[in-house]
């Protein structure tokens, strides 16, 4: 496990050898949402799924929530606190595929002893081959802000001539360009947060 430093002593019960060698992905924040620790499978899903920059972007101390899409922040914010406060997991399906592979995982957010922070592991619940229409990458995704819009869940790109379709362009998941911004398409706001707007409320 890569540790921060001042917050190995809230830690330094857990079974950190179990977490390191884990094939879910896992970190640790505080009881103010702050990345203190990760593990490997971490770091390797990151660069495998083009995160590297995440590897240099978010160091100890900062707020995870700077890494989730603006939908989606206050959602977490409120999950992670409620967690901590009850003293009870939080767990959420959410998709995140690969180029090649739909992938749904489940998020689980363990509270520390004393409501000190929170472990949080994705664990890969299913996998198999894309079943979209796939369509290669074009000019024409790009709406007249200069942005692309994609799903930060099934990672769909929405067209700009029809802001209700939505495409699978596997190259913008290969490859992510400057450009691209990112929401929830309607189909995985319904799927995976039919509660968002009463979170949020």
């Known amino acids: ?12 019960y857990l079974d950190l ?13 505080d009881g103010e949402l702050r990345l203190r620790a990760h593990n ?19 160091q100890w101390g900062d707020p995870i929530d700077a890494a989730f899409p603006e939908d989606l922040k206050e959602y977490y914010r409120k999950a992670y606190r409620q967690a901590l406060r009850d ?24 509270p520390l002893v004393g409501a000190e922070g929170l472990v949080i592991a994705n664990h890969l619940v299913e996998e198999r081959d894309h079943q979209e229409p796939t369509e290669d990458f074009d000019r024409k995704y790009i709406n007249h802000q200069g942005q692309i819009t994609q799903c930060c869940h099934c990672r769909k790109v929405r067209d700009p ?5 939505w495409i699978w362009v596997p190259a913008l998941v290969e490859r992510p360009v400057a450009n691209l911004s990112h929401t929830l398409c309607p189909r995985c706001l319904d799927f995976y947060y ?8």
């Open 161 to 165: 001539a029809n802001t209700r379709r």
């Open 87 to 110: 003293n009870k997991p939080f767990e959420h399906i959410y998709e995140c595929s690969s180029p090649d592979r739909f992938r749904r995982f489940r998020q689980s957010a363990y």
């Open 194 to 201: 039919p509660d968002l707007d009463r979170a949020q409320g």
């Open 17 to 29: 050898d179990s977490l390191e060698t884990s094939p879910d992905t896992i970190y640790i924040v």
């Open 40 to 58: 490997h499978a971490w770091t390797t899903f990151a660069r495998n799924n083009n995160g590297q920059a995440v590897l240099t972007r978010y």
């Open 1 to 12: 496990m890569r540790i921060d430093p001042e917050f190995l002593t809230k830690i330094a």
